[in-house]
């Protein structure tokens, strides 16, 4: 399983520099994913933006055994991730 990302670099300082990260999830154990779409979101659909998009954080840690990832947006969405192996790739 890939994760691909594309992190802006100083855009608070109005810089255009972008870099992409590709994470390999190798074999993955289980997948969570948790929309967390708020009641307005649902009873609204056409006033979600662009921003529902916007990933806040990506945390990649270890229990022990396996490797943990976690893809984190404002409220309550997410996507975690229990794998044997991780590798984290700059494009």
């Given at each position: 399983?890939?994760?691909?990302?594309?992190?802006?670099?100083?855009?608070?300082?109005?810089?255009?520099?972008?870099?992409?990260?590709?994470?390999?999830?190798?074999?993955?154990?289980?997948?969570?994913?948790?929309?967390?779409?708020?009641?307005?979101?649902?009873?609204?659909?056409?006033?979600?933006?662009?921003?529902?998009?916007?990933?806040?954080?990506?945390?990649?840690?270890?229990?022990?055994?396996?490797?943990?990832?976690?893809?984190?947006?404002?409220?309550d969405r997410k996507i975690e991730v229990i794998?044997?192996?991780?590798?984290?790739?700059?494009?």
């Amino acid at each position: 399983m890939d994760l691909a990302f594309v992190v802006p670099v100083g855009a608070a300082s109005g810089t255009d520099h972008e870099r992409q990260v590709r994470i390999e999830l190798d074999g993955v154990h289980r997948l969570l994913l948790e929309g967390g779409l708020t009641e307005q979101m649902t009873g609204s659909p056409e006033s979600i933006n662009w921003g529902l998009g916007e990933v806040a954080l990506v945390r990649v840690g270890s229990d022990g055994d396996h490797a943990c990832t976690e893809v984190l947006w404002e409220g309550d969405r997410k996507i975690e991730v229990i794998s044997q192996a991780v590798t984290i790739i700059e494009l």
